[in-house]
């Protein structure tokens, strides 16, 4: 079983539709939670970071931690064309010497 | 990408041949990783720096080497290119939390295919 499972979609939604992308993991040391944005043939960029449970709001964008059922979230309120890309969770534990654990990636398409 | 340069950004070569592929940094960070990327595993580590010199290997080291000799330049090598090594290979960047963000920047990738 991996540490981090993440549904790869595709998931293809209507312009202006909320978007719910998830993962699950399995390590309890994860604190520090993240998600990226991949267009393709790019590197994946951080769109959102996160520390232990709760929201956290960045305009359209809302990340959400529960670690008591190790799980995340992002929701994309109000979603463009330009949201079409690869979403890629990613985790990592205290320390500097833990690294950057990443789920698979969710493809999304909005459509117009 | 700001600050975290790959090179080259492709690359079709030859099978039993070396293949030597750069990152350079501009952002002075201590943490450097070499990622390959492939449908249906997303990004997986192949190895790490956390210095000059300091290496470690990842998940998927079998056949790669690096070196990094200037804290800006971190280079990954193919001994013998197989054709298993085809993918896009993404270098990454992180100062490890010293500015409050342990998110790491990834520079815009090499596609290699072993022909």
């Known amino acids: 079983q991996k540490e981090v499972e993440q549904d790869p979609g595709p998931l293809s939604v209507p312009e202006g539709a909320i978007v719910s992308l998830n993962c699950t993991y399995s390590n309890s040391a994860f604190q520090y939670f993240m998600w990226y944005r991949q267009y393709s043939r790019k590197g994946p960029e951080l769109l959102m970071y996160?520390?232990?449970?709760g929201n956290k709001e960045d305009g359209r964008f809302t990340a959400q931690v529960d670690k008591s059922s190790k799980y995340i979230s992002l929701f994309i309120r109000d979603s463009q064309p330009s949201d079409s890309a690869t979403y890629l969770c990613?985790?990592?534990?205290?320390?500097?010497?833990?690294?950057?654990?990443f789920g698979t990636g969710t493809r999304l398409q909005v459509m117009l | 990408d700001a600050g975290i340069t790959q090179s080259p950004r492709h690359k079709v070569t030859e099978t039993g041949t070396p293949v030597t592929l750069r990152c350079h940094q501009t952002e002075n960070h201590r943490y450097m990783y070499w990622y390959r990327q492939d449908p249906g595993h997303g990004l997986r580590l192949i190895h790490y720096?956390?210095?000059?010199?300091?290496?470690d290997k990842g998940e998927v080291s079998d056949g790669y080497s690096v070196s990094r000799s200037k804290t800006e330049d971190f280079l990954l090598t193919l001994e013998s290119a197989t054709s298993s090594q085809t993918s896009v290979y993404f270098c990454?960047?992180?100062?490890?939390?010293?500015?409050?963000?342990?998110?790491?920047?990834f520079g815009s990738g090499t596609r290699l295919t072993v022909v």
């Open positions: 996160t520390y232990s449970s």
């Open positions: 720096s956390y210095g000059v010199k300091d290496t």
């Open positions: 990613a985790m990592k534990g205290a320390g500097t010497a833990s690294k950057l654990t």
């Open positions: 990454a960047i992180s100062d490890s939390g010293t500015k409050g963000n342990y998110g790491y920047t």
